[in-house]
Nanobody, 133 residues
Framework: QLQLVESGGGLVQPGGSLRLSCTTSGLTADYTAISWFRQTPGFERAGISCIATNGISRNLADSVRGRFIVSRDNAKNTVYLQMNSLKPEDTGVYYC??????????????????????????WGQGTQVTVST
């Protein structure tokens, strides 16, 4: 069965950390990238991180670079988003998504297209992250 299952959200104080997990099943070889998106009320889903399914490339949005780390465990079919030094503006529903993203200069997560929600056709159910005192 083709699906993505997220876990790891919660409530954390500013400066704290959380680790999100996205476990995949049934992905075919034509899926090239797995990404995390954040949804906040009144705004479109924003790309946060991307990691290629071939493990060669990964990318982070400017707003989280230096604080977040994206990684994968192939044996567990799981992609992780380690979120450190969390800020209130990181609050939102985080979605994991898989897509057949075209490559840019030979890398699947290199270009801005990797952060476009329309490039992804498989989505998880979302997990809430709240950063607040």
């Amino acid at each position: 069965q083709l699906q993505l299952v997220e876990s790891g959200g919660g409530l954390v104080q500013p400066g704290g950390s959380l680790r999100l997990s996205c476990t995949t099943s049934g992905l075919t070889a034509d899926y090239t990238a797995i990404s995390w998106f954040r949804q906040t009320p009144g705004f479109e889903r924003a790309g946060i991180s991307c990691i290629a399914t071939n493990g060669i490339s990964r990318n982070l949005a400017d707003s989280v670079r230096g604080r977040f780390i994206v990684s994968r465990d192939n044996a567990k079919n799981t992609v992780y988003l380690q979120m450190n030094s969390l800020k209130p503006e990181d609050t939102g529903v985080y979605y994991c998504a898989a897509g057949r993203v075209p490559s840019a200069d030979g890398y699947y997560c290199a270009g801005h297209i990797a952060f476009l929600p329309g490039e992804y056709d498989l989505w998880g159910q979302g997990t809430q992250v709240t950063v607040s005192t």
